[in-house]
């Protein structure tokens, strides 16, 4: 095999181990973002198109996930927008997530995404990125654009409006 085949394979090999890693964790995100199952799987799709064709530049970041929940988001938003359609969620009552799902096994996901959609998109995303997903601050404010501080900022409301709503059982810590 020649060396430009063996580049080929190597930076195929590195995205495949990028999907595998973040696709089923990007999805679950942007359900809990938006309540919608199917649109969640549909942007994250897009997502890993998107990331696909912009390869070249986006395996030369030390941490490429943060694009793809940046872009996931953004996506999301704006599909949102353009149908003009409030984000439902899409579970039957009780339904109880396991295995690889960000929220974790056996949690009431119906309680997590109504009580997630009741906060503004940006802390909404911050609380996603930082108690489901387990980013740190310095990587969370990167996603979002904003400072370490101001991230955290984001979580502690979201997390103190959850528990004032009461909408939501799930401890989590403030971290």
Do not use: K
Not at 20 to 41: K, M, S, V
Not at 47 to 62: C, I, P, T, Y
Not at 76 to 104: K, M, W
Not at 139 to 164: K, V, Y
Request: proline fraction near 4%.
């Amino acid at each position: 095999m020649s060396e430009p085949d063996d580049s080929r394979v190597r930076r195929a090999a590195a995205f495949d181990a990028l999907y595998r890693a973040e696709f089923a964790r990007l999805a679950g995100a942007l359900r809990l973002h938006t309540g919608n199952r199917h649109l969640a799987e549909e942007v994250a799709q897009e997502v890993f198109e998107r990331a696909w064709m912009r390869w070249g530049r986006l395996e030369l970041l030390d941490r490429p996930e943060g694009w793809l929940y940046t872009t996931g988001f953004r996506l999301a938003r704006r599909r949102l927008g353009r149908r003009h359609v409030r984000a439902e969620v899409s579970l039957e009552e009780g339904d109880r997530v396991g295995g690889n799902d960000p929220a974790g096994p056996a949690v009431d996901r119906v309680a997590i995404e109504r009580a997630l959609l009741t906060l503004p998109d940006r802390q909404r995303q911050a609380v996603i990125l930082r108690q489901v997903l387990g980013f740190d601050p310095a990587a969370g404010a990167g996603m979002l654009g904003c400072s370490p501080e101001a991230f955290r900022q984001l979580c502690h409301r979201g997390l103190a409006a959850l528990r004032a709503g009461g909408g939501l059982a799930v401890e989590v810590g403030e971290g």
